[in-house]
């Protein structure tokens, strides 16, 4: 039988769930919508109850069965269970991935519900959620909704998360969404990291009934929530430094726009003064010969202006002054035709005032002249 690439892989972390896994495993296999593909990637960290070879032995019993794959990473120890689910999501090979526990906690009955939604809200995420109507918690003690309650909260609050159930361990994602993620993956929220790292996704809450482990113990722990705090204030300074560089990166282009159109300015005094000395003060130049001087040295000081104070470059070896100076004096070539095509477009085809036309040509010219130079003269990135 040539297996085709899955469509759906469902991530499933395991530690001591020998009492779960296989039942887990079977009520997943019988939810699989029909037509759909899947594979099931098992991470174990070396259950000291032997959860890792019961998968392996249940495995090669379906090997030649089963159009759905089940697959058994064995990880050597703890390692935790977001490091779990990002290893499972660096060997999936479907497009869409489903995580969830293996301890009966997240009902299987929900995994085509999750599939369905990508179609019918055209989503990227998909969480199931306790918190929104029609969801709830079942079997957990009172202490324990509290302790889950404050965790959501502070997560809303501290990181400006808008899901209802950022906690969730049960969630659905198309993989290209995290394509560009680097992950902390510490301690037990996954979902939690997406949330935060990804902008702009569509997401979509199903909401679904959390029942409590009937078999096996909780891995949850105080060192459990000590990593949570940590992980939770890990996200809030990245975020805070990257909201930081982000608006410094906009104050910095604009500052350099400010510089680099000062500098333009002071051009436009250096061309007429050089043009009017060479016309009647030093010598008796022709005027429009004393002007081609004018203008190239209004380049020159535009240019040594330019590369020491808008762009601060320290670069003065005789080849690179040389290469950029051809290129500035070329962009501002190509600004003066810039300018005199717009003005004449604007003036001839739409019948706009010249000192209008003038105005919007200028400014065209001077911003693309900025922007090619920022990038290709003094080599910065557009936007730093
Ligand atoms: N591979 C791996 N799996 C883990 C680890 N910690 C927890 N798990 C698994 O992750 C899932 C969630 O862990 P649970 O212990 O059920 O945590 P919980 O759901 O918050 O707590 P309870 O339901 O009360 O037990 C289960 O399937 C665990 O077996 C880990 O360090 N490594
Ligand atoms: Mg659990």
Known sequence: ????????????????????????????????????????????????????????DYVSSIKKIAENTVDVIHRKAKNGLSSAILNGIQNAKGETIVVMDSDFSHPPQIIPKMIEAFKQYQCDLVVASRYIT????????????????????????????????????????KKNIIKE????????????????????????????????????SSKLDTGTVIDYFKSVWKLYINEKIKTTNEKRGSVRFLSKA????????SGFLVNYIVTMLLTSGLSELWYLHANIFGILASISTNFIL????????????????????GKFGLFSSLGALIQLGMVF???????????LALISAITSAAFSNFVLNKK?????????
């Open 1 to 56: 039988m040539i297996q085709k690439n899955p469509q759906v892989s469902i991530i499933l972390p395991t530690y001591n769930e020998s009492k779960n896994i296989i039942d887990i495993l079977k009520l997943i296999d019988k939810n699989i919508p029909k037509g759909i593909l899947t594979e099931t990637i098992v991470i174990d960290d070396n259950s000291p109850d032997g959860t890792g070879k019961i998968v392996e």
């Open 134 to 173: 029609g969801g709830s918690i079942r079997g957990w003690t009172t202490k324990r909704k509290l302790m889950s309650k404050i965790a959501t909260i502070i997560a809303k609050k501290g990181l400006g998360v808008k899901t209802k159930d950022p906690m969730s361990g049960f969630f659905a994602f």
């Open 181 to 216: 993620l680097n992950f902390d993956a510490l301690g037990y929220k996954f979902l939690l990291e997406i949330l935060v790292k990804t902008k702009g996704i569509n997401i979509k809450e199903i909401p679904y009934t959390f029942e409590n482990r009937k078999f096996g």
């Open 258 to 265: 400010g510089r680099f159109f000062s500098v333009g300015a």
């Open 306 to 325: 330019n590369k020491v104070w808008t762009f601060e470059d320290r670069d003065f070896s005789r080849k690179k002054i040389l290469s950029q100076y």
């Open 345 to 355: 477009w604007l003036v001839d085809s739409y019948d706009i005032a010249y000192p």
């Open 376 to 384: 290709l003269t003094f080599k910065e990135k557009l936007w730093n």
